[in-house]
Structures are given as C-alpha cells and as structure tokens.
C-alpha cells in the first residue's frame, strides 16, 4: 500500500522557520517528481514547491521564492521542506503529493497524496 507521510507541522512565531517531512512508503519513488501543496481555509489549494526525480530542479509559487526550500532524501522516497522567514499567510494544511509525470504537480492531479500536516504561524 502506497503511502505519504506529512511531519514537522506546527504552530510557530511570525519570522520563525519549520522544516516538513514526507516520507514515501510502499513502492519506489526514485523516478517520481514530488511535490509540496498547500490550503488555507475558505482558500484554493496551491501548489508550493516541486522537484524532480533526481532533485536536479526545483519550482516555487512566487509567494515563497527565497524563505522556502524543497528537497530530496538520499533514497529518493523522501521529500523535505525547509520554510524560513514564515509569516501569517503561511498558514495552511500542507500537503505532499508524488507523480511519475511531472506535469501533473502543475495541474493539481499527482498520483499520490499525503494526508497533510497543520502549520500555523502567529502573528
């Protein structure tokens, strides 16, 4: 059984920083891109960050370019987010997803999600 497991959420100050871990289980993930989402209430899901398989490129929504950072685990079946400088609007249930076509990150239909991780920033 496929599955993808959020950790590292929380609640956290305003400026503060929060690393996320998503570890894949059930399959090998080594030629999968993978992915970081997000949703807020009352808000649509966006897609955060992104890398491919091999890590050798990465994406970020233009609302987190240069706090957030996305990476890869040595086995490949494990995806970080390193987040800095966190503000209120960060807010959100964060979701990890994975898909062996990577363009399904951008239309918000991987093959596979995690079941999601709360952080809060206070202001």
């Known amino acids: 059984q496929v599955q993808l497991v959020e950790s590292g959420g929380g609640l956290v100050q305003a400026g503060g920083s929060l690393r996320l871990s998503c570890a894949a289980s059930?399959?090998?993930?080594?030629?999968?891109?993978m992915g970081w989402f997000r949703q807020a209430p009352g808000k649509e899901r966006e897609l955060v960050a992104a890398?491919?398989?091999?890590?050798?490129?990465?994406n970020y929504a233009d609302s987190v370019k240069g706090r957030f950072t996305i990476s890869r685990g040595d086995g490949k079946n494990t995806v970080y987010l390193q987040m800095n400088s966190l503000k209120p609007e960060d807010t959100a249930v964060y979701y990890c997803?994975?898909?062996?076509?990577?363009?399904?990150?951008?239309?918000?239909?991987?093959?596979?999600w995690g079941q999601g991780t709360q952080v809060t920033v206070s202001s």
């Open positions: 890398i491919n398989w091999d890590g050798g490129s990465t």
């Open positions: 997803a994975a898909t062996i076509f990577p363009e399904r990150l951008r239309r918000q239909s991987p093959d596979y």
């Open positions: 059930g399959r090998t993930f080594v030629n999968f891109a």
